[in-house]
């Protein structure tokens, strides 16, 4: 079997808030970083990206995880439902079977399955249910990896995510650093050797409480109102995007230099 990793998903795996212009869907994320440090490690490896941002759990399910499989990896990344878990109307046991049939057929498969927990966001007080759901969903997913000896990757656990320099301006994804810190503990539980380095943080600015409620008041205006509506109009940030990697590439031939070669073909072309 080729060592290949394919990641499969939602914005979390195609790598929003890791703002890049110069790779596809202007972002490169933690998969990437990830797959590049397996490319220089042995430059055998390939890797596919499949995740599109906004995806659902229905939709990864019906569109990735099938062409996931047909690539034959040797490892791959699920992460997925956390859209889910942000409607207001969600039927979450119906959630977890679909999810529990998604892990069991990734698992099958023989490949070695990284499946995520997803990190405690701060919500205010109105988003408080769909905390909870997390939690339950994230107990669900540890069950799960450990019932079929799928790698877990515990991101609800790390302290250092706590922290919000490591997210982007809408608190729900993660930056670059956050994406680099993310790839780097992968890298560790896959047991790989890396170039990737994680400087720590001085001290966190303290914001007097009034300010922090009118920068929460504008970060609502901003993201979460806006994102609720795309939902009521039955649309998403990702209904005009294409998977990033959908086919095998080599990480050790530079994946910048790779997206442009693909640009300047389809224009050729």
């Not at 690539?71 to 679909?98: C, H, K, M, W």
Request: charged residues 25%.
């Amino acid at each position: 079997m080729a060592k290949r990793l394919v990641a499969i998903g939602d914005s979390f795996t195609e790598g929003v808030g890791d703002w890049e212009p110069r790779l596809p869907n202007g972002v490169r994320g933690w998969a990437d970083r990830v797959a590049k440090q397996l490319g220089k490690a042995d430059p055998a490896w390939e890797y596919a990206n499949l995740a599109i941002r906004s995806r659902r759990l229905r939709g990864i399910v019906e569109e990735q995880i099938e062409p996931a499989l047909a690539l034959e990896p040797s490892v791959i990344t699920f992460y997925a439902g956390g859209n889910d878990l942000l409607e207001f109307r969600q039927d979450v046991p119906a959630l977890l079977e679909e999810y529990s049939r998604a892990v069991a057929r990734l698992c099958a498969s023989g490949a070695q399955v990284l499946l995520f927990t997803g990190f405690d966001i701060p919500l205010p007080p109105l988003l408080e249910p769909m905390r909870r759901r997390n939690q339950v969903f994230n107990a669900h997913v540890r069950e799960l990896a450990a019932h079929h000896g799928a790698t877990l990757v515990d991101y609800w656990s790390w302290e250092v995510y706590r922290d919000r320099r490591m997210w982007d301006t809408d608190k729900l994804h993660m930056n670059r650093a956050g994406h680099r810190y993310l790839a780097i503990r992968v890298l560790e539980i896959l047991g790989v050797e890396h170039q990737l380095a994680f400087e720590p943080f001085g001290p966190a600015e303290r914001v007097p409480a009034r300010q922090a409620l009118v920068r929460d008041i504008e970060w609502a205006r901003q993201w979460v109102f806006p994102m609720f509506g795309r939902r009521m109009r039955g649309v998403t940030l990702g209904d005009e995007l294409s998977p990033r990697w959908p086919h095998p590439i080599s990480p050790a031939d530079g994946m910048k230099k790779l997206y442009r070669k693909r640009r300047q073909d389809a224009i050729a072309g």
